[in-house]
């Protein structure tokens, strides 16, 4: 049973590009939330994407969109990009709320790295 | 709003020795899970535990236990007999219940160091 995969590992991009991470949940699950952890920091909530529109969003800028597809699979993209932005970037999904009901337990994926320079 | 405080940003501690994590969290929310995460180097956040606010019972999973009071609002981690493979960066969340209220507030994470 795969667990949540993100891609890529490592992404290295300059201030004013675009840059697209993507997720896919764990098995099951319909549910998938991004979050951004600076260094030395707890994860802050950035959004979370169910039936692919988003759910809830954090205090984050507009310049941080994301999409969900009918498989759950999730892209974050973010645009302009600042030095600020680098960060890891976690995905989690959760769910199956269909057959089981609302699922609050949230599981990670190992994270996308982004420096930017 | 919610918030959740971890006051101890590293602790280092030798190995076999019992080690706590404190956790405390604010919320409005009369229902609300919390839950511990452990992230070791490679970043992958593991989830240990999910507790909600109706169960004030403590647990315990082999080395490790977990002490809720909800009249202090705290949520401790305490891992006895501590390994060298415990050593990692540990953060307390909170979550409210309800429709679209599934995101995760994060402490700030207590980094946990086992010396051999």
């Known amino acids: 049973d795969a667990g949540v995969t993100q891609s890529p590992t490592h992404l290295i991009k300059t201030r004013g590009q675009q840059v697209t991470l993507r997720c896919s949940p764990k098995s099951g699950h319909d549910t998938v939330s991004w979050y951004q952890q600076a260094l030395g920091q707890g994860p802050q909530f950035i959004f979370q994407?169910?039936?692919?529109?988003?759910?809830q969003r954090g205090n984050f800028p507009d310049r941080f969109s994301g999409h969900q597809f009918p498989n759950y699979s999730s892209e974050l993209n973010v645009n302009a990009l600042l030095l600020g932005d680098s960060a890891l970037y976690l995905c989690?999904?959760?769910?199956?709320?269909?057959?089981?009901?609302?699922?609050?337990?949230?599981?990670f994926g190992p994270g996308t790295r982004l420096t930017v320079t | 709003a919610q918030k959740v405080t971890q006051a101890q940003t590293e602790i280092s501690v030798v190995e076999k020795e019992d080690v706590t994590l404190d956790c405390v969290y604010e919320t409005r929310d009369t229902t609300y899970y919390l839950f511990w995460y452990k992230q070791p180097p490679s970043g992958e956040l593991v989830f240990l535990i999910r507790r909600n606010s109706f169960d004030e019972q403590n647990e315990i999973s082999g080395r490790y236990s977990w002490n809720f009071q909800k009249s202090t609002s705290s949520f401790n981690f305490t891992i006895t007999a501590s390994q060298v493979v415990d050593s990692a960066v540990y953060f307390c969340?909170?979550?409210?219940?309800?429709?679209?209220?599934?995101?995760?507030?994060f402490g700030q994470g207590t980094r946990l160091t086992i010396n051999p």
């Open positions: 994407y169910y039936e692919e529109e988003e759910r």
């Open positions: 969340a909170l979550c409210g219940m309800g429709q679209g209220a599934q995101k995760l507030v």
């Open positions: 989690a999904s959760s769910g199956g709320r269909r057959r089981t009901g609302i699922s609050y337990e949230q599981y």
